[in-house]
Structures are given as C-alpha cells and as structure tokens.
C-alpha cells in the first residue's frame, strides 16, 4: 500500500498546498467544502480571537500525505 496526497488551491488565498482531504480545515462555498491552508488559518486566527472566537485548531495530521487506501 502507498500513500497519496491531495494537492489544490486553498479557497482563501489560492496558492497550492497539500492536505490529507479527512482531515483539513474548510470553508463551505455554493454548498461545496473547499480546504483551507495553514497560512490562511494562522492569519485568521487572531481575528477570530479578538471577535471573541475560538481558534480554528487543525486536526493532526490535517496537512500530511494519507494512506492510499483511505481516500
């Protein structure tokens, strides 16, 4: 058994990232949920705490490769 990786544009700034697609952060556009990357969470968080939020607190694992069989 191999691993894979699941490469696409983050939804909130665009540049490509990898991710295990079970696990990451994400946003629900037009009823689809699109990956967020770990810059983008980084960035939002602190907003999200200074509105009285909690942080967005990725999964471990959330940016790893998977194992094929898991897709």
Known sequence: MGVA???SPCI???RLFNYNPHRV???VIRG???PVCQ???DRANPIREANGLP???PLP???DAIEDGDL
Request: charged share 20%.
């Open 61 to 63: 694992g959330a940016y």
């Open 39 to 41: 810059d983008c969470i």
């Open 5 to 7: 990786i699941v490469i």
């Open 55 to 57: 942080p967005i607190v």
């Open 12 to 14: 909130c700034c665009g």
């Open 25 to 27: 952060p994400s946003m």
């Open 32 to 34: 689809e949920r699109e």
